[in-house]
């Protein structure tokens, strides 16, 4: 049995030196390794998990530079990512001007030392500066749902970030993230979850409820409702389209939708192309789902 290869152990070579020093062509060295950051690449054979990939990456960076953005996010213990996501390196408070010759490197206005924590012998934005990152980023439902996913990880305070928002008055970004703070919730757990609770508020529905949890007769839990209204029995589902689409989840879905109608419960189901091209038609659902329970709002 082999042991897998620690991630400190892993080969990471730079391109431009090591075409110089081998009988390898660039066509060859191509089909061996992929590009980690700037000049510097990793064998194709490393599986690398996300934290090991931003170790790495943050490793072949210049000196001063900090973790930020959706990486950091991910170092704090966040879940919510594209497979592609993109390594945010930001100047740390004492960088020089010069952020090294094919390297992407950001300068975040105001960032102090106390803004940088070290993760992992890495060194990230801190969970408020994360959090004030990440939440004036458009579009807003996908700032919520990030913020969402920061504070069901590290369960930070929306006034902290409120409050060192204060000293950056007048930058991009900043009107956006006062009107989301408020509405952040660790207990989304999808980022669909969040851009459905910022369309309903927006729309000036009530606030649902999280993670409903549903019993049967007998006490036994069955069903947990992505979020909705439990007095009037308004469950509101997203449809994931790695999740809901296979025949086995189907069937699942059917006979535990089957179960709650039976128990009163109204099923509003909603998927990424509904709450694209139809926003209005799910507000307008879920209204006349309260209404037809007479609820008054």
């Not at 950001?106 to 934005?125: F, H, M, N």
């Not at 409903?212 to 069955?222: H, L, P, S, T, Y």
Request: net charge neutral; hydrophobic share 40%; charged share 30%.
């Amino acid at each position: 049995m082999t042991t897998p290869t620690p991630e400190s152990d892993r080969r990471v070579v730079r391109r431009k030196q090591s075409l110089a020093r081998s009988d390898m062509t660039a066509e060859m060295f191509d089909a061996a390794f992929a590009r980690l950051h700037g000049n510097e690449y990793v064998e194709r054979t490393a599986i690398l998990t996300p934290r090991e990939r931003i170790a790495l990456t943050r490793r072949c960076a210049p000196g001063d530079v900090v973790v930020g953005g959706i990486a950091a996010k991910i170092l704090h213990g966040g879940l919510w990512y594209d497979g592609d996501f993109t390594i945010e390196l930001v100047r740390g408070p004492e960088a020089g001007n010069r952020p090294g010759r094919g390297r992407k490197v950001l300068r975040r206005a105001g960032l102090l030392p106390d803004d940088v924590v070290a993760i992992d012998e890495v060194a990230v934005t801190s969970v408020v500066r994360t959090a004030f990152d990440l939440g004036r980023v458009g579009p807003p439902w996908r700032a919520l749902g990030h913020l969402d996913d920061l504070a069901r990880a590290t369960g930070f305070e929306p006034d902290a970030v409120r409050h060192y928002a204060e000293r950056f008055d007048g930058h991009r970004g900043i009107r956006q993230l006062r009107q989301i703070l408020p509405l952040v919730d660790g207990d989304a757990e999808s980022p669909p979850e969040s851009w459905v609770r910022l369309l309903m508020h927006r729309s000036e529905l009530p606030a649902p409820e999280l993670q409903i949890e549903v019993a049967d007769d007998d006490g036994r839990i069955f069903a947990r409702i992505d979020l909705g209204y439990v007095r009037p029995k308004i469950a509101i589902e997203f449809d994931g389209a790695d999740f809901h689409t296979s025949p086995a989840q189907r069937a699942r879905d059917e006979t535990r939708d089957a179960r709650l109608r039976e128990l009163g419960w109204i099923i509003i189901r909603i998927d990424a192309a509904r709450l694209r091209t139809d926003p209005w038609g799910v507000v307008m659902e879920i209204e006349r789902a309260l209404r037809s329970r007479g609820g008054y709002f």
